[in-house]
């Protein structure tokens, strides 16, 4: 018999600088604040207030300018302007450390941990700047998903026999028992969007395909929940899957990748997190998707210093 070929791997992408690296190119407060220059004004130092190109370095105060277009007195900023560096006490070799560790951990990394990784001051001061770090992973130039893609929704949060007694609802049904809705939405091959909804009626989740998916897809794959009942007439090439009748795929239909995602989030939640908060989800679905969308990017790190 011929033997069968194993499928091809796909190669594991390394990042383009270890953490011994990146903490000896970023050791001083200047080579971050040189990193970050260029990043942002790659073409020259901008006002960050009225965009003009003509701004004069302040001699005496290094990686400060001033632009006298939007004020006759002079508008004085400087490199971390406008970031969530500014009006912070934490040095930027820190701030460096905690996001690049956040960028190479694929389940995530909480501020316990990493408060213990760079020794900062307080557990306090770990999470303030993670939850900044999350803030800023937010995607703000965001095209609508192409190709195949898949819709779905989940559960967050606990279970309610898990909980203490005092805390249990006895209710029926995961709305009831103090779950929190996500929807999301995943191109194969390509990128993930995700946000919390608070009800799952189908104008909630026809808006939100129509508002991240493409019409011009050529696979709009669902499951069998009612409330994609109407995609078809958005036009939308609509194809679903009955996971009630033990149905997964059929042909090129499935929501098999968007279930590894939820796998992903949910694994690193409660192996990394162990509980996240309803007020501060959509901060956490900030950073998965972010490393998602970045898991091909050998330098994930300069991606998200560039998003600050």
């Known amino acids: 018999m011929e033997k069968q070929k194993k499928p091809p791997q796909t190669p594991t992408v390394k990042p383009r600088y270890t953490l011994a690296e990146t903490m000896a190119q970023f050791s001083t407060e200047d080579a971050c604040k040189a990193f970050i220059r260029d990043l942002r004004w790659p073409n020259g130092v901008v006002c960050p207030r009225c965009k003009d190109t003509h701004v004069h370095e302040v001699t005496k105060k290094p990686f400060h300018w001033q632009c006298r277009k939007c004020n006759k007195n002079g508008y004085r900023f400087s490199v971390i302007t406008g970031t969530i560096f500014e009006n912070t006490k934490y040095p930027l070799v820190t701030w460096f450390q905690v996001a690049y560790l956040m ?7 909480s501020a316990l941990q990493i408060h213990r990784q760079i020794g900062s001051g307080s557990y306090e ?3 303030y700047m993670c939850t900044r770090i999350r803030a800023a992973m937010k995607n703000e130039t965001f095209e609508k998903l192409i190709g195949e893609v898949e819709a779905d929704e989940t559960w967050i949060g606990g279970k309610d026999r898990n909980k203490h007694w005092n805390k ?3 209710a029926q ?3 009831l028992s103090g779950k929190t809705m996500v929807i999301g939405a995943i191109s194969r091959k390509g990128n993930v969007v995700c946000q919390m909804i608070e009800e799952a ?3 909630t989740l026809e808006n939100f395909v129509t508002e991240t998916v493409s019409k011009k897809v050529t696979l709009m794959a669902t499951d069998e929940n009612f409330g994609y009942r109407h995609l078809g007439a958005h036009g939308f090439v609509h194809q679903t899957v ?3 009748k033990a149905q997964y795929v059929v042909g090129s239909t499935h929501t098999n990748t968007i279930e590894g995602f939820w796998s992903l989030l949910k694994r690193g939640i409660v192996g990394s997190y162990h509980k996240v908060s309803k007020d501060y989800l959509p901060l ?4 998965f998707t972010f490393r998602y969308n970045h898991r091909n990017d050998p330098d994930i790190f300069r991606a998200l210093i560039s998003s600050v």
């Open 103 to 109: 960028c190479q951990s694929k389940k995530g990394m």
């Open 284 to 287: 956490y679905l900030n950073e």
């Open 125 to 127: 001061t770990a999470w």
């Open 173 to 175: 049904g995961p709305h």
């Open 201 to 203: 009626g189908f104008k």
């Open 168 to 170: 249990r609802s006895h």
């Open 242 to 244: 009955n996971h009630g």
